[in-house]
Structure formats: C-alpha cells, structure tokens
C-alpha cells in the first residue's frame, strides 16, 4: 500500500540553525499538508499546499517557516532559525482532494532543538 | 473557532473487553476521522464519517456520527492488545481538507 515517507526520523539541531524536514507523499496525491505535536500536546495544522501554492496557513507558520515542492515528489518544511519552542514531531499527510478524501500521514520527523 | 473533545483521556481494559470512545465538537462537523497513533509514530487512518447518523466498520471497531453531527464515538468489541494505541478524532473544519484534534484518547489492553 502507499505511503507517505518522511526523513529524517529524528534531527537534532542548535537554536538559529536551518533545518530543511522532507517529505514524499502518496505520488496520486494533490494535496500536502505538514502537522505539529508538541510533546503531551494537541497534533496541529501548521500548512496545507495545493498546486504550488500555500493554500491555508495557522498562525504558528510564521515567516521562519517555508514550504516548497521542489521536483515532482518532494514536498519539504523549512524552518529558518530554529527557536527552543521549535522542538516538536512534525507530520506530513498528503489526500487525493480536499472534500470526501482523508488525510494519508507520514510517521514523523522528530525535531529536538537545543 | 472549532474544538473537539475526546473522553476518556485514558482507558485500560482487559483483552476481550469492549469499549467505547467519544469525540464532541463545539461546532457542527463536516467530517469526522478517527486515526490511531502507536506511540511516537505517525497516524494511521481508521475511518472517516460525514453523514449524519452515518456509521461505519472495520474489523472489530466501529464509528458512529451521531445525527446532530456535533458527536462520534469508536467502539471496540473484543479488545485485543493490537488494539493499543492512542486514538485521535480529527475534524474537518469547514471542507477544506484542514484538520483539527481532538487530545487523543491513549489505550491499554492487558492480555
């Protein structure tokens, strides 16, 4: 069955540096989306992308945070200057289409930023 | 803005027990999934509900939309130790595609 990959499964990283998280998702899929979860926390919506563009964004993406899909089967988060606050498991999910189709998840990338 | 509430945070059971969970959002939903989530892995897509009073299964669990779309509970019949997990509502918050959480509902079946 496909599946949505994510690498790295954990990165470690100092605060201020760049951290690039990749993603491929379901190659039929139109839509991408990257996810949060704080430790002990709520899973949060950070950005959804439909035809090379953000579609809807929370207030958490702010402007340290990009996302691109650089060829035809990536799909990457950028965070610009990782803050302490950064540090959190960051999911990719990709559907087919918006409405009656659900959200495919990948299994994380561990983001601990000391 | 939209929340959901999962209950209870917690449940233990014993292996064959039956058990139920339950998801109520603050607004009217217009789609409801339920994922499960091993601990510090991604989600797993069980089911997704839109209907109003739809119900759906798969295996040994079973989802229901309640007719208010406000309201989803998962029941399992059975348990058995595959079934632990942590179970997460997620709701769809106005046909975008664009999910929200509940605060999961972690699960422990003892042999």
């Known amino acids: 069955e496909p599946e949505v990959t994510q690498t790295p499964s954990h990165q470690v990283t100092q605060m201020g540096q760049e951290v690039i998280l990749r993603c491929v998702p379901i190659?039929?899929?139109?839509?991408f989306y990257w996810y949060r979860q704080i430790l002990g926390q709520k899973v949060e919506f950070l950005v959804s992308f439909y035809n090379n563009e953000i579609s809807e964004k929370s207030e958490i993406f702010d402007d340290q945070f990009s996302v691109e899909r650089p060829d035809g089967s990536n799909f990457t988060l950028k965070i610009r200057s990782t803050k302490l606050e950064d540090s959190a498991m960051y999911f990719c999910?990709?559907?087919?289409?918006?409405?009656?189709?659900?959200?495919?998840f990948g299994n994380g990338t561990r983001l601990t930023v000391t | 803005s939209q929340e959901l509430e999962q209950s209870p945070q917690s449940l233990i059971v014993q292996e064959g027990k039956n058990l139920t969970i339950n998801c109520t959002s603050s607004?009217?939903?217009?789609?409801l999934y339920w994922y499960k989530q091993k601990y510090g892995e991604g989600l797993i897509f069980l089911m997704m509900l839109q209907k109003g009073g739809e119900e759906k299964s798969h295996e040994k669990i079973t989802a229901k939309l309640d007719e208010k779309k406000q309201q989803s509970s998962l029941h399992i019949t059975a348990s058995q130790p595959s079934h632990a997990g942590i179970y997460l509502c997620?709701?769809?918050?106005?046909?975008?595609?664009?999910?929200?959480f509940g605060q999961g509902t972690t699960l422990q079946v003892k042999p």
């Open positions: 997620g709701a769809d918050t106005g046909n975008t595609g664009k999910l929200i």
């Open positions: 190659s039929n899929h139109l839509y």
């Open positions: 607004k009217t939903l217009y789609g």
């Open positions: 999910a990709s559907s087919q289409g918006w409405d009656n189709s659900p959200l495919h």
